[in-house]
Nanobody, 119 residues
Framework: QVQLQESGPGLVNPSQTLSLSCTVSGASIRSKGYYWAWIRQSPGKGLEWMGCIGYSGMSEYSPSFKSRTSISRDTSTNQFTLQVNSVTPEDTAVYYC???????????WGQGTQVTVSS
């Protein structure tokens, strides 16, 4: 059974960097054909795909987030991480880590973690 678990601070000050980790169990983040993504849902908004890192270690980003977002991985701990720089209150959201298959369908989600940007 594949499981994903987000972790990180629930409160971030404006202008600081938001950092979240996703620990994956039951599968390797190096497994060919899978992509590991971050998706968020802000209050009153739909789901937003932020970016992903593939089995090769290459990252892709949504144009909406590309300028201030970085996704990386640690294969020794089977984790991948999200960093968002210069956050504002508009970055307040529930953040999910998600596994995608090569056909762009998603199959496993973390439970989500609430991040609030506030001073």
């Amino acid at each position: 059974q594949v499981q994903l678990q987000e972790s990180g601070p629930g409160l971030v000050n404006p202008s600081q960097t938001l950092s979240l980790s996703c620990t994956v169990s039951g599968a390797s983040i190096r497994s060919k054909g899978y992509y590991w993504a971050w998706i968020r849902q802000s209050p009153g908004k739909g789901l937003e795909w932020m970016g992903c890192i593939g089995y090769s270690g290459m990252s892709e980003y949504s144009p909406s987030f590309k300028s201030r977002t970085s996704i990386s991985r640690d294969t020794s701990t089977n984790q991948f991480t999200l960093q968002v720089n210069s956050v504002t209150p508009e970055d307040t959201a529930v953040y999910y880590c998600v596994r995608f298959r090569g056909d762009y369908t998603h199959d496993y989600w973390g439970q989500g973690t609430q991040v609030t940007v506030s001073s």
